[in-house]
């Protein structure tokens, strides 16, 4: 796995103070996960952790979504799976373009990089491992495996500070909210 690559433009916003991590991303690499975290943001206002995430091909937004399981009491709808669902039923086609890249807020899990290598993603950015669940080398890294017909190229790091503060102050909140007490009979 790259944890970077380099790209023609700089963007100094992305990592501030790291000068040479700026040299990595394109600027549109940082407009797609700017709205991807906007996505986890709302999210997080339904209450469900805040995770988003954007399919793009040829710089145009083909999906989107953002976690939803306890809203649609659905265990398979993370971001990653709302925004693929989106583009397969847009473009009409359960496989994506080859030049697909998905933009997401926080590591995929097994389910989502399992859907992602069977779409057929050419491309992965997270901004932050997930240390419990990740399979992009937190965990493992399925994206490496063997026994796979697919290989995607995938990167992370990219607005990881802004990614790792919502869910921080996410997950502060919801330990701060009191729980009703139970009533004796």
Same mark, same amino acid.
């Given at each position: 796995?790259?944890? $970077?690559? !380099? =790209?023609?433009? /700089? $963007? ?6 790291? /000068? ?18 906007? $996505? ?14 954007? /399919? ?12 939803? !399981? ?7 709808? =993370?971001?990653?799976?709302?925004? $693929? ?32 290598? =069977? ?11 997930? !240390? ?17 017909? =697919? ?22 909140? %919801? %330990? ?10």
């Amino acid at each position: 796995m790259n944890l $970077l690559t !380099p =790209h023609s433009a /700089l $963007l100094s916003e992305a990592y501030p103070g790291d /000068l040479t991590a700026a040299n990595y991303w394109l600027l549109s690499d940082v407009g797609f996960m700017r709205r991807a975290l906007a $996505l986890a943001q709302q999210g997080a206002s339904q209450e469900e952790v805040p995770v988003g995430a954007v /399919l793009v091909c040829d710089n145009k937004i083909i999906g989107e979504g953002f976690n939803q !399981p306890i809203t649609t009491s659905d265990p398979t709808a =993370h971001a990653e799976v709302v925004a $693929l669902r989106c583009a397969c039923q847009t473009l009409q086609n359960y496989r994506l373009p080859p030049n697909t890249t998905l933009y997401v807020t926080l590591e995929p899990c097994t389910m989502c990089l399992g859907a992602l290598i =069977h779409a057929r993603l050419a491309r992965l950015v997270f901004a932050t491992f997930e !240390p419990r669940a990740g399979m992009v080398g937190s965990q493992l890294n399925l994206t490496e495996m063997d026994f796979y017909n =697919h290989k995607m190229q995938a990167y992370s790091g990219l607005l990881q500070q802004q990614s790792q503060t919502q869910l921080r102050s996410f997950f502060r909140a %919801r %330990r701060g909210k009191k729980k009703p007490q139970k009533q004796s009979d």
